[in-house]
């Protein structure tokens, strides 16, 4: 009869049995005591079987091993020959169907592989690695300039992340075994973004001097713009664009909250302007499907620009599209979409030459969209459907700018406080 035991160092269970006049003692390789009772009782039923000549021990088996595997493996098998990180990282990335990933996605896990390869060392084993090998490729990020900038905790946290995915995929593949050796990383702590500020508000800490270029940069990565403040620079892109899908590519930013990514893959029909909504595709919000959608509402100034747009459209499934883009190194032939570094190119030759160049990105406009929704005491969650999936951190940055709502809370406490109306700044 089998006995089960509990190694107290490895907090595993092992078993031991008596078969043909010998004693075997082996790991169960759990910690799941129903799942060794249950495999206890599979190895007193194999050993029955045996005993009573039902089953038949081949002559060049290992009993011990025969007996543990309900009868059904002889010999063990041959160990794998040790899987380097460089060739774990390109079978990893040659099994990925295509469609999987979104190109973008793909791209950041190449980058993070490499300076993975960097720090540890392509030809290192990886099942080799330790937390302290990732403790010390940690230190060695930290240490990483870019731009005369150190690598943020945020960027290791990433890369930490797309590391344990492929070490989870290699278990599942039986290239690896255990758990990603990341638990227990100690990072530095990070700052919290700060909440959004108008234009207006950036210039006033700038002009009280003492901050650097860095510094300087991160005020306006939190630039939001008021409503007057978009519709103003709305204006002056109607007026100096060069190319006639600039205008509307940029309202259509503005007006929605759209990401870039998804701004590029937009088709015409996904503007039904008898509804007056837009469906924008989503890649990222879900793990089991390649795209999922959801709806925003049209404003009369977005339904105007791209109804014009498209009667002078080029043809083409995308809503937004050119036959030519200056400063590529080939031209584009119809009918093709924007890719996103063309959109970012153009959004930022436009802006280039005028006081919106303090614009870098169409984050900004999707942050003032979110901004100006929360200003106007508009219900989360309708922001949160418009904008798809919203961090709470991200609420946070621009929940200060609900200062109605805010204040008549605090009034149900201190009725006799100053209305916003009434309130100086």
């Not at 907090?11 to 082996?26: C, D, I, P, T």
């Not at 599942?172 to 207006?200: C, N, S, Y």
């Amino acid at each position: 009869m089998a006995h089960l035991e509990l190694d107290s160092s490895s907090g595993r269970y092992r078993v031991r049995f008596r078969f043909g006049g010998r004693q075997y003692k082996r790991s169960l390789k759990t910690s799941d005591y129903r799942l060794a009772q249950a495999l206890v009782g599979r190895i007193d039923e194999t050993i029955q079987l045996l005993e009573r000549g039902r089953l038949d021990l081949p002559k060049d088996a290992d009993p011990g091993l025969f007996i543990l595997s309900d009868g059904k493996r002889l010999v063990k098998p041959s160990a794998r020959r040790p899987v380097s990180l460089g060739e774990l990282f390109e079978e990893y990335q040659a099994t990925m169907p295509a469609g999987a990933k979104e190109a973008s996605t793909i791209a950041g896990e190449k980058r993070h592989m490499a300076h993975v390869m960097r720090h540890l060392g392509s030809a290192t084993s990886a099942q080799s690695i330790t937390l302290t090998d990732m403790q010390t490729y940690v230190a060695k990020r930290l240490a990483d300039r870019y731009k005369k900038r150190p690598t943020s905790p945020d960027t290791i946290k990433k890369e930490l992340t797309t590391f344990r995915l492929i070490w989870n995929w290699a278990v599942a593949h039986a290239i690896l075994e255990g758990t990603a050796p990341i638990r227990g990383l100690r990072l530095p702590r990070r700052d919290e973004k700060p909440p959004f500020m108008t234009r207006d508000e950036i210039a006033q800490v700038i002009r009280r001097h003492g901050l650097s270029a860095v510094e300087e940069k991160e005020l306006w990565q939190g630039l939001y713009l008021t409503s007057s403040e978009t519709q103003s620079l709305l204006d002056y892109v109607q007026q100096n664009a060069r190319h006639s899908f600039i205008y509307p590519m940029f309202v259509f930013a503005a007006h929605t909250g759209i990401r870039r990514s998804e701004l590029v893959r937009t088709r015409i029909d996904d503007f039904d302007f008898e509804r007056g909504v837009v469906l924008i595709r989503e890649k990222k919000k879900s793990r089991s499907r390649a795209t999922t959608y959801r709806r925003v509402d049209l404003t009369e100034r977005l339904r105007t620009a791209m109804q014009a747009w498209f009667a002078r459209h080029p043809g083409g499934q995308f809503a937004l599209c050119t036959d030519a883009i200056p400063g590529s190194r080939k031209l584009r032939h119809l009918p093709q979409p924007l890719t996103v570094y063309e959109a970012q190119h153009h959004f930022r030759v436009t802006l280039a030459a005028s006081q919106w160049k303090v614009v870098r990105g169409f984050h900004t406009l999707r942050h003032s969209f979110a901004s100006n929704l929360a200003g106007a005491g508009v219900d989360q969650r309708i922001i949160d459907e418009w904008m798809g999936h919203t961090t709470e951190e991200m609420r946070r940055r621009y929940r200060h700018l609900v200062p109605d709502v805010r204040r008549a809370a605090i009034a149900l406490l201190l009725p006799g406080l100053p209305s916003m109306t009434t309130c100086v700044h």
